[in-house]
C-alpha cells in the first residue's frame, strides 16, 4: 500500500490544482512550530496534506480518497552541516565523481548531499485521520535515535567503503551512490 500511495503522491504533487487551505508561518503559534493544510481535487479524487514543522523536523501526513488512507512521512532535514560532514562529503565526491547518495526502501529514505541530508520514516493508517502535536513530537522522538545512529554512521565509514558502492547514472553529469542497507544499523 506504502508504494501505492508514494505513487499516488508523485502524480498530485506534478499537478497543478494545489490550494493551501490554512497556513501558519513559523513562530506564529507555539514555539518552531509551523503548518500548512492543502488540498487538492480532481476528476473526483481528493487529496489532503498537512505538514507540520516542528523546529528542523517535520511530519507530513497526505490523505489520498481513492484509498480512504493516510500517508505519515517523519523528515529529518538538516541543512547547516558541521564542518566534519562537508569535509567528508568533499572527500566522497571527488573520490566518486557522485553529487548525492542514497538508501530507499519502502519505509525509509535515507539521502546524503554536499548540502543537505535527510532521513523520512514512511508509515500508512486507513481513514481519514490526522495526528495531534503531541503524537507528531512523539513520533519524532521517537525516530530520533535512528536519524542520530545514521548520522554516526555516515560520519564513522571509510573512504574505502564509500568506493566500492554500487552507482546509479541518472544522466551524463548526474550520478547517485547507492548506499548499503548497513547504513541504517
Request: hydrophobic share 35%; with cysteine; proline share 1%.
Amino acid at each position: 500500500m506504502l508504494k501505492k500511495l508514494s505513487e499516488e503522491l508523485e502524480k498530485w504533487q506534478s499537478s497543478r490544482f494545489d490550494s493551501s487551505i490554512y497556513n501558519i508561518k513559523r513562530h506564529k503559534s507555539f514555539k518552531g512550530h509551523a503548518m500548512n493544510m492543502s488540498a487538492k481535487n480532481k476528476d473526483g479524487e481528493m487529496m489532503i496534506s498537512l505538514y507540520n514543522q516542528y523546529f528542523g523536523n517535520a511530519v507530513i501526513q497526505t490523505y489520498f480518497s481513492k484509498y480512504d488512507a493516510v500517508m505519515t512521512q517523519i523528515v529529518f532535514e538538516k541543512h547547516i552541516l558541521p564542518k566534519w560532514y562537508l569535509n567528508k562529503w568533499v572527500n566522497i565526491e571527488s573520490l566518486t565523481n557522485c553529487h548525492q547518495s542514497e538508501y530507499l526502501s519502502e519505509s525509509i529514505d535515507v539521502k546524503f548531499h554536499e548540502h543537505f541530508h535527510t532521513v523520512t520514516i514512511y508509515s500508512v493508517s486507513d481513514g481519514l485521520s490526522f495526528n495531534k502535536h503531541d503524537v507528531n513530537i512523539g513520533l519524532i522522538k521517537r525516530n530520533r535515535d535512528l536519524n542520530r545512529k545514521i548520522i554516526l554512521n555516515f560520519k564513522n565509514s571509510t573512504l574505502r567503503e564509500w568506493e566500492s558502492l554500487d552507482i546509479k547514472h541518472l544522466t551524463d553529469y548526474f550520478s547517485i551512490l547507492l548506499l548499503p542497507e548497513s547504513i541504517l544499523k
